[in-house]
């Protein structure tokens, strides 16, 4: 049973740096890719990107300048870290597992969820 | 990039009802790479479909996806109760994803 626990800062200030964890328990890592995906209060989902368990990454070109997801295999955990945040950045923001091997590109397990929210 | 748009916005229907749901892509989209998710308030969104009409685990049969090139389409045969919620199509090309901004089935 594939599971995705993440965790981080819930109430930024802008132009401050937002960061977020995401562990994988239960399942395999590597074989993957892992993503970042966030909504805005009572909006869609935005991709914001992904990284496969040797550190290769594709971000959104609209948030790539601000955007860095790492990895560390050996914890089976990836990362999210966004600079320069401003209210627009306020969102829920959740880790997911893209399965190309067996499902595409989509989107097969994800976290719970952190809200982040970005107010002076 | 792809943009997704779905229609309706809301579809107001009674459960044991049919729902479809309508995903047009912007440009042509391989069925491989199209899904469909659910989402209900306070929740993560929940895989349906994957490649255009393949259920994912655990999914009910009342639920089909059809498709291909610019145009997809949700199928819920009969709504349960439980069907009640907000629902995604996503498409990947490019190294890149999109997501559609959601039709909300509610009860009428």
């Known amino acids: 049973q594939v599971q995705l626990q993440q965790w981080g800062a819930g109430l930024l200030k802008p132009s401050e740096t937002l960061s977020l964890s995401c562990a994988v328990y239960g399942g395999s890592f590597s074989g993957y890719y892992w993503s970042w995906i966030r909504q805005p209060p009572g909006k869609g989902l935005e991709w914001i990107g992904e990284i496969n368990h040797s550190g290769s990454t594709n971000y959104n070109p609209s948030l790539k300048s601000r955007v860095t997801i790492s990895v560390d295999t050996s914890k089976k955990q990836f990362y999210l870290r966004m600079s320069s945040v401003t209210a627009a950045d306020t969102a829920v923001y959740h880790c997911?597992?893209?399965?190309?091997?067996?499902?595409?590109?989509?989107?097969?397990?994800w976290g719970q969820g952190t809200m982040v929210t970005v107010s002076s | 990039e792809i943009v997704l748009t779905q229609s309706p916005g809301t579809l107001s229907l009674s459960p044991g009802e049919r729902a479809t749901l309508s995903c047009r892509a912007s440009?042509?989209?391989?069925?491989?790479?199209l899904a469909w998710y659910q989402q209900k308030p306070g929740q993560a969104p929940r895989l349906l479909i994957y490649g255009a009409s393949n259920r994912a685990t655990g999914i009910p049969d009342r639920f089909s996806g059809s498709g291909s090139g610019t145009d997809f389409t949700l199928t819920i045969s009969r709504l349960e109760p439980e069907d009640f919620a907000v629902y995604f199509c996503?498409?990947?090309?490019?190294?890149?994803?999109?997501f559609g901004q959601g039709t909300k089935v509610d009860i009428k």
């Open positions: 440009q042509s989209v391989s069925s491989r790479y």
């Open positions: 996503q498409q990947y090309g490019s190294s890149s994803y999109s």
């Open positions: 997911a597992r893209g399965n190309f091997l067996e499902k595409g590109s989509a989107f097969d397990m």
